[in-house]
């Protein structure tokens, strides 16, 4: 099992950058698949990024790629999610996720463990 908590979340204008961090407790970090869940209000739980255990292997959602960066430290157990060019729409609360997702790795389905989530306001 793994506990994880978020933080780096705030206030920042259009255009800006922020990065997140994620820590992780608990056994056998380095086996998980991570990724960061966004959801705003009255909107369902998206998909971000994911990096599988060693790195190898990163997925963007689309709408993301070229200007957020996931990337993990499995000495320091963290997860990061360094975020540019943010538009006000992507103001959400932002969750860190850790599971061994085969098929559904772009879904919460395939994530049990979840942190509180750290709340992302970019205003125009």
């Known amino acids: 099992q793994v506990q994880l908590v978020e933080s780096g979340g705030g206030l920042v204008q259009a255009g800006g950058s922020l990065r997140l961090s994620c820590a992780a407790s608990g056994r056998s970090f380095s086996t998980y698949t991570m990724a960061w869940f966004r959801q705003a209000p009255g909107k369902e739980r998206e998909f971000v990024a994911t990096?599988?255990?060693?790195?190898?292997?990163?997925y963007y959602a689309d709408d993301v790629k070229g200007r957020f960066t996931i990337s993990r430290d499995n000495a320091k157990k963290t997860v990061y999610l360094q975020m540019g060019s943010l538009k006000p729409e992507e103001s959400a609360v932002y969750y860190c996720?850790?599971?061994?997702?085969?098929?559904?790795?772009?879904?919460?389905?395939?994530?049990?463990?979840w942190g509180q989530g750290t709340q992302v306001t970019v205003s125009s």
């Open positions: 996720a850790a599971g061994m997702p085969v098929a559904n790795w772009g879904t919460p389905l395939g994530y049990p463990y």
């Open positions: 990096i599988v255990r060693n790195g190898g292997n990163i």
